[in-house]
Structure formats: structure tokens, C-alpha cells
């Protein structure tokens, strides 16, 4: 139907057109009327000339748009697909919880999710960021995510919303929180960070700011009264925010800090690392239950194997961590404890 309207609104348009022109050459014809007679019967034997409006004709259908209302319908809307396409595939998506921004976030996983889809012809994965962490909470909580790496404490909170824990990161040592100071700041205690602002990621950043702030809880710090909390984002910038001055100290962890530290060298020698917490299970990888085992199975394999291959390696080491893991619910048992201590103790979570 859409084709017929199209057809017939052209159709309307060179008539008007014809018209038009019709009445505006007719003198100019009028003149020139008995020429073309006489060259029209001196050439009876060749093709007989265009006329103003057959010219326009093909002129018309030759432009881009209107070349298109020319074609059969079934020419207009036929997909195609090329040799390598996954479109028929079951699409799945992952997720990876802001570790950094957005554009960071797709050079580090981009790999290894173009890693999966190769070696896994019969899914067809998307990795997709999110702004924050309210963000990826409302969509990992929401079943939005098919797989996800969520840090800890998502992690243990996406157990009560249809997921399982299959794998982790490695590394536990480096699952800490690391509290920056400038080192000009003539910050050397602890105490000395009373009445002055501490930038965090987030409220639910697990290493870079419970853990931190549960630090500064047992040095003698009531975070919720001695100090300012500022909560900015992401773990660049918390960085950034100490590197300007804008607060006495940022929490991070080990993982962006050694990023930053490699891409920004005489930046990062600006700044120090004052103090540190002990460590807790690093970040999980869950799944949701309704997924087909065979999917998780040969998912987990590939991710489990990439410390095995030069390929991988790379990809591991852009993390960086030097492998991921097999894990399950019962793993990350120590983080609920600690989340339990830290909202008894510390402030509450939402």
C-alpha cells in the first residue's frame, strides 16, 4: 500500500510538472515548431528525439531517492546478511559493572567479548556499559544482563535476583581499597583528613569505598561526621579529583590505579599511595539461572582458558589480571560477612 501512495504522489507530481513546463515552453515550441518537423522527417529512420518531459522523466528516476520508488517492493525491504552473520543466533549480553568509563571499559572487554563471539558461532554476545553503578544495579537487579561481572557486593546482592555465581577474577590480593594522597598534601596521618573531603567511585563500590571507609572507621575516622564523602563517579575520577586538589585523599583500588599509573606516568608521580586495606574476594562473574547449561559451560571455558594462549594474555593483561577463574555462590561468603560488619558499624547501604 505504502509503494501505490508513492507511486501515485509521483505519478501527480509530473503532471503538475508537465504542465507546468508545458505552458512555459510553448512559445519557445511555437517558433521552432516547423525546424523540428523537417528534422523529424529527414531522420524518419532514427529514434525519434526526447521530449522535455521524457527527459525530466529519467532524470527524476535516476535521483537516489526516487530511484528507490522505481524498484519492485520485494527489492525495497530484503535484508542481507553477510557469510559471517550471527543475527539468527541467540543474542546475550554482558555486562561489566563501571570499573571505568565507558570508552575505557569497551577497549579493556570489547576483545574478549569479540574473542567469545568468534569461538562461539551459536551466540551472539553484546557487551554493553552502563554511566554508574546505580545504573548497572538497575540492570543487573532487573535481570537485564544475560552474564555480568559485577564487583563483590553485587555480586553477593544478584544472588536474590535470579543469578548464580560461576567464575571469578584472580588476583585476591589485588581486591583491596588503596586510599591516595598528593605528596605535597602534608597529609601523614590518618587524623589529619578530619574536616576535609574524600573522594569514592560510588556508595557500593565495594574495594574502592567500603573497604576504605571502613578503614578510616577503625584509624578513628566517624566518616559520617569528620569527614566530607564525595562520591564522583568512577574510579578515574576519584584519581583525578586528588591530582587537581579538589580532596585531601581518593579512594581506588589496585586494578585502575596500575592502569592510570602505566598511561600517566608523571601524573601518577604526583600522587601516593598513603594507605591500604587488607584484601577480599576479587570481582565475580555471575550468570542467570535460565540460561542453557551448554551456553554457560562452553562461556565459562573460553573465559577460563584465555590465561592459556598468547591471545589471551594480551586481553588478560590489558585488565590487568593474570586469569579468571572458577567460582560459586558459596565463594564470596567472607564479602557477606564483611558487608554485614560494614552496615553494623560503618552506615547503612541501600
Not at 508545458?22 to 523529424?40: F, G, M
Not at 570489547?110 to 567469545?116: A, S
Not at 548497572?136 to 553477593?156: C, E, I, W
Not at 540460561?291 to 589471551?312: C, M, R, S, W, Y
Request: charged share 25%; net charge negative; hydrophobic share 40%.
Amino acid at each position: 500500500m505504502i509503494e501505490i501512495l508513492r507511486r501515485y504522489s509521483l505519478i501527480t507530481l509530473l503532471v503538475i510538472f508537465n504542465f507546468t513546463v508545458s505552458a512555459a515552453a510553448s512559445p519557445l515550441e511555437s517558433v521552432t515548431d516547423k525546424a523540428k518537423t523537417a528534422q523529424i522527417s529527414k531522420e524518419g529512420s532514427e529514434q525519434h528525439p526526447e521530449t522535455v518531459i521524457m527527459k525530466w522523466w529519467k532524470l527524476l528516476l535516476d535521483l537516489p531517492l526516487l530511484a528507490g520508488w522505481n524498484k519492485q517492493s520485494d527489492d525495497i525491504y530484503e535484508p542481507s546478511f553477510s557469510t559471517q552473520s550471527k543475527s539468527k543466533a541467540p543474542k546475550y549480553i554482558i555486562g561489566i559493572h563501571p570499573l571505568h568509563n565507558p570508552k575505557r571499559l569497551f577497549e579493556v572487554y570489547g576483545p574478549i567479548v569479540d574473542f567469545l563471539n568468534a569461538n562461539m558461532p551459536e551466540a551472539d554476545f553484546t557487551l554493553e556499559a552502563s554511566r554508574n553503578y546505580e545504573e548497572f544495579d538497575r540492570k543487573l537487579y532487573s535481570g537485564h544482563f544475560d552474564f555480568a561481572m559485577p564487583n563483590p557486593y553485587q555480586t553477593v546482592n544478584s544472588l536474590k535476583h535470579g543469578y548464580r555465581v560461576f567464575g571469578k577474577m584472580a588476583d585476591d590480593d589485588d581486591f583491596r581499597g588503596i586510599i591516595l594522597v598528593r605528596r605535597d598534601s602534608g597529609i601523614n596521618t590518618v587524623a589529619d583528613l578530619k574536616g576535609k573531603a574524600v573522594s569514592y567511585p560510588a556508595p557500593t563500590a565495594l574495594a574502592a569505598t567500603m573497604m576504605p571507609q571502613y578503614y578510616l572507621h577503625t584509624h578513628g575516622i566517624d566518616i559520617n561526621r569528620d569527614i566530607e564523602n564525595r562520591y564522583v563517579g568512577s574510579q578515574e575520577s576519584s584519581i583525578i579529583n586528588v591530582l587537581r586538589g579538589h580532596v585531601a585523599a581518593g579512594a581506588t583500588w589496585p586494578v585502575p590505579w596500575k592502569t592510570f599509573s602505566k598511561e600517566n606516568p608523571q601524573l601518577a608521580d604526583q600522587l601516593e599511595v598513603k594507605w591500604q586495606t587488607e584484601p577480599l574476594q576479587n570481582n565475580g562473574w555471575v550468570v542467570r539461572k535460565d540460561l542453557p547449561t551448554a551456553v554457560i559451560d562452553k562461556f565459562a571455558a573460553l573465559l577460563f582458558d584465555l590465561a592459556n594462549h598468547e591471545q589471551g594474555r594480551a586481553m588478560l593483561a590489558r585488565i590487568p589480571v593474570t586469569r579468571f577463574e572458577p567460582a560459586n555462590d558459596d565463594s564470596y561468603e567472607p564479602v557477606q560477612a564483611f558487608i554485614a560488619t560494614f552496615i553494623k558499624t560503618v552506615r547503612p547501604l541501600e
